[in-house]
């Protein structure tokens, strides 16, 4: 596996809805262009496969649907690399990138990428669990 590194250089970028590339991400596609860039692991775009993020049902049967090459992994064992599942309104929809213990690198509607803790009062209850692509262990 090749090194995460510094991830400074991922922070700041814009969010937009269905976004792919450092002009404008969501969730996943700050995942999929880190897990790209500094992993050398292509992830699927799935940007056709909702419209819009407030299609709720969509997103969590795609989050549902699509956890084969990725593995659970017990809190307490997750490593820079692993993504982060968190909630948003009670539901699996919204993913992070362990940046290094405890941060998470992710973005949210609305705000621009960022490291934060994951053991925050803001995070710590939407934390659902933590995933390891198969090609990483």
């Keep these: 596996m090749r090194p995460l590194g510094n991830l400074d250089d ?43 993020l407030a299609d709720a ?3 969590v049967a795609l989050i549902a649907g699509h956890m084969d090459p990725w593995k659970s992994i017990v809190a ?21 990138l362990v940046a290094a213990p405890s941060l998470v690198l992710h973005i949210e509607r609305g705000a621009g990428s960022l490291i934060e803790n994951y053991h925050s009062m803001r995070l710590r209850r939407r934390v659902l669990g933590f995933y390891r692509h198969e090609s990483l262990t």
């Design 10 to 52: 991922y922070v700041g970028l814009p969010w937009l809805e269905r976004g792919r590339d450092r002009d404008g991400l969501d969730c996943w596609g700050l995942l999929a262009l880190v897990y790209a860039e500094r992993l050398g692991i292509p992830l699927p775009s799935y940007r056709d496969d909702y419209q819009t």
């Design 57 to 59: 049902n969509a997103v």
């Design 76 to 96: 307490g064992e997750e490593r820079a690399g692993d993504a982060l599942l968190m909630s948003v309104g009670g539901r699996p929809r919204h993913v992070g």
